[in-house]
Nanobody, 117 residues
Framework: VQLQASGGGLVQPGGSLRLSCAAS????????MDWYRQAPGKERELVAH???????NYSNSVKGRFTISRDTAKNTFYLQMLSLRSEDTAVYSC????????????WGQGTLVTVSS
């Protein structure tokens, strides 16, 4: 599975962005989907997770502001980010892991989100 992340950029505090992670080489069926982020000088953080059954979980820092979703027809999943804050500035990466065969896990390249006025 190859993952291509896109949608990052510069946004003002309070603004919104939608990140996309397009998969190729295999369908996303059977995979769990994640968005991680890593801010400068900080450890990588799992911010959003979706199971194959579309059950979602979020880190406390983004709960209520970020939404993970997927479009099966486009073989793509998304991270909608609202009410962005300066502390959301980070490189965001998408990741998938097979529900059964956990060794099958893949990363997309990161996309930079900068929240600044």
């Amino acid at each position: 599975v190859q993952l291509q992340a896109s949608g990052g950029g510069l946004v003002q505090p309070g603004g919104s962005l939608r990140l996309s992670c397009a998969a190729s080489g295999s369908t996303l069926g059977g995979y769990e989907m994640d968005w991680y982020r890593q801010a400068p000088g900080k450890e990588r953080e799992l911010v959003a997770h979706m199971t194959e059954a579309e059950i979602t979980n979020y880190s406390n820092s983004v709960k209520g502001r970020f939404t993970i979703s997927r479009d099966t027809a486009k073989n793509t999943f998304y991270l909608q980010m609202l009410s962005l804050r300066s502390e959301d500035t980070a490189v965001y990466s998408c990741h998938v892991v097979h529900t059964i065969f956990r060794s099958l896990n893949y990363w997309g390249q990161g996309t930079l989100v900068t929240v600044s006025s």
